[in-house]
């Protein structure tokens, strides 16, 4: 059943790949470019808990004449939170590309798509001030919204 299931998601990658490269020549599909954006910022939450967060993501959107969107990105990202006795930091990376089958932009401004294809890959160091941490590896495709596979790990260490 899951040979199968990765065959079909095979497939619609594939299928998404050529419509990208062949069917629809490169002048007749939309492009914002890549979009970057950054923001670095702490945040005091309560009294003596205080939250920054860094992050930096660069982003390139493309829609096809037939309605097919591809996002594609990459970001990175480090936060720490600091409370009364303790703290805790992370840090990590994403990748990702999403292939919609159409996308419908509302009056107001908000786009709709219909998920096919998405796949997303990276890494979480989490980490905390009594010495426990944790790295988790991301890695997983999904079909349709539903299903597909994913091989994400973790694991933790006391030190």
Same mark, same amino acid.
């Given at each position: 059943?899951?040979?199968?299931?990765?065959?079909? @998601?095979?497939?619609?990658?594939?299928?998404?790949?050529? @419509?990208?490269?062949?069917?629809?020549?490169?002048?007749?599909?939309?492009?914002?470019?890549? +979009?970057?954006?950054?923001?670095?910022?702490?945040? #005091?939450?309560?009294?003596?808990? +205080?939250?920054?967060?860094?992050?930096? #993501?660069?982003?390139?959107?493309?829609?096809?004449?037939?309605?097919?969107?591809? @996002?594609?990105?990459?970001?990175? /990202?480090?936060?720490?939170?600091?409370?009364?006795?303790?703290?805790?930091?992370?840090?990590?990376?994403?990748?990702?590309?999403?292939?919609?089958?159409?996308?419908?932009?509302?009056?107001?401004?908000?786009?709709?798509?219909?998920?096919?294809?998405?796949?997303?890959?990276?890494?979480?160091?989490?980490? /905390?001030?009594?010495?426990? +941490?944790?790295?988790?590896?991301?890695?997983?495709? #999904?079909?349709?919204? +539903?299903?597909?596979?994913?091989?994400?790990?973790?694991?933790?260490?006391?030190?």
């Amino acid at each position: 059943m899951c040979t199968k299931n990765l065959f079909r @998601l095979s497939a619609c990658v594939a299928a998404a790949a050529a @419509l990208m490269g062949v069917a629809a020549p490169a002048q007749a599909a939309s492009s914002g470019g890549t +979009t970057q954006t950054s923001t670095s910022d702490c945040t #005091e939450l309560a009294p003596a808990v +205080t939250s920054c967060l860094t992050m930096a #993501e660069r982003r390139n959107v493309v829609i096809t004449p037939s309605g097919v969107a591809v @996002l594609q990105g990459y970001r990175e /990202y480090s936060d720490s939170t600091t409370y009364p006795g303790g703290s805790h930091s992370s840090d990590g990376t994403r990748r990702y590309v999403a292939v919609f089958g159409s996308a419908m932009q509302t009056l107001d401004g908000i786009i709709y798509y219909d998920p096919k294809v998405t796949r997303v890959d990276g890494y979480d160091v989490l980490s /905390y001030s009594d010495g426990f +941490t944790c790295v988790l590896q991301t890695n997983f495709v #999904e079909a349709n919204g +539903t299903g597909g596979y994913n091989h994400s790990t973790g694991t933790c260490t006391m030190n």
